[in-house]
């Protein structure tokens, strides 16, 4: 495929705090096909994070520069992690088993949490993401980077989504599109409270739809939309409303394309922009062996086989679809609209 007409994409980028990891590992397969380029990424949370950090990279030099960005940021994330308390106990580190479920300071922290708010527990609204966000991310030339950025936060007032582009992103911009609200105090922008985008847009697929040349758009998720079986533990239970909740936003967008796209005027500007519109996904059954708890979990160890693991997965569809970029969907929407 290395001599292939160049096909330029845009990115939706979920999502999910430490397993971000994923996604850096599915970019850093991405970047190394010469022939991909990129009009605009669409990110929430660590998506949003994982967004800015490689367009950045790009931006300075150019798709190894992206790459390297990329493993420098996740490096500082856990190395600003190495003391924490919030580690896993001996018995998991021994049979290699990634969750926090059994993390003493995890479960008081979860339970506190439940009971106390961040604005008791966190009264000075300390967050170490922020001065990683300062060393990694020149925010200047973010501004006049030659690929759209989009990063949504929700704001708390109206309980709607608020997409930031290159100029208006700050490192509040993508702590507030990463700030779970029984864990960080509100982000306050431009007089209002923001708090995790996951709520409103994970990712919002609109300005992607809108704003870019490109007619074929990746995501990548890394909450599963679908786990067999029913939780009967109360830790499964939480796990999966979880997953329901920050995938509800996604699935309603992908419903409503799907919609329009049946109803739409291939000959008008909204109609001709749905019609060409190529859908695709890239995710792993990885993810339904990991649960929220691991989310919290910056262990470099767990970095590096969420990285991996997202590297084969986007091997695994640059094998199967890497042909169809450019040329017609491999993700069915009309699926979504089964039950409506």
């Known amino acids: 495929m290395q001599d292939r007409q160049t096909v330029l994409a845009d990115l939706g980028l979920q999502g999910g705090g430490a397993h971000g990891a994923f996604t850096w590992g599915v970019l850093d397969r991405l970047l190394e096909e010469p022939w991909l380029r990129y009009d605009g990424i669409s990110g929430t949370s660590a998506g949003a994070m994982n967004a800015a950090v490689m367009i950045d990279g790009y931006t300075a030099g150019g798709p190894d520069g992206a790459r390297a960005a990329l493993e420098r940021f996740w490096k500082a994330v856990s190395d600003a992690a190495r003391f924490s308390p919030i580690r896993r106990g001996p018995l998991e580190v021994l049979t290699g088993t990634w969750t926090l479920d059994y993390s003493p300071m995890f479960v008081a922290m979860d339970l506190a949490s439940r009971v106390a708010s961040p604005y008791d527990l966190n009264p000075f609204a300390t967050n170490p993401l922020e001065q990683i966000l300062r060393e990694h991310i020149d925010f200047d030339r973010l501004r006049d980077a030659p690929i759209k950025l989009f990063v949504t936060a929700t704001n708390v007032r109206t309980g709607r989504g608020r997409v930031f582009r290159n100029a208006d992103v700050t490192p509040d911009v993508l702590m507030a599109s990463a700030c779970l609200p029984t864990l960080f105090r509100a982000i306050e922008i431009d007089g209002d409270a923001y708090w995790d985008g996951g709520y409103s847009g994970n990712p919002s697929i609109a300005p992607l739809i809108r704003e870019c040349s490109s007619h074929d758009t990746i995501i990548v998720q890394i909450n599963p939309i679908e786990r067999p079986g029913t939780p009967r533990t109360a830790t499964e239970i939480h796990n999966r409303l979880n997953e329901i909740a920050f ?56 970095f590096v086989m969420l990285k991996n693991a997202g590297r084969d997965a986007a091997s695994q569809f640059l094998e199967q679809h890497g042909a169809d970029l450019g040329v017609r969907s491999t993700l069915d929407l009309d699926r979504y609209l089964e039950g409506i």
């Open 247 to 302: 995938n509800s936003v996604l699935i309603k967008e992908f419903r409503a394309a799907a919609l329009l796209r049946q109803v739409a005027d291939p000959g008008t500007g909204e109609g001709q922009l749905l019609a060409k519109m190529r859908m695709h996904r890239i995710a792993s059954d990885i993810m339904l062996e990991l649960g929220y708890s691991s989310k919290l979990l910056a262990e470099w160890d767990f």
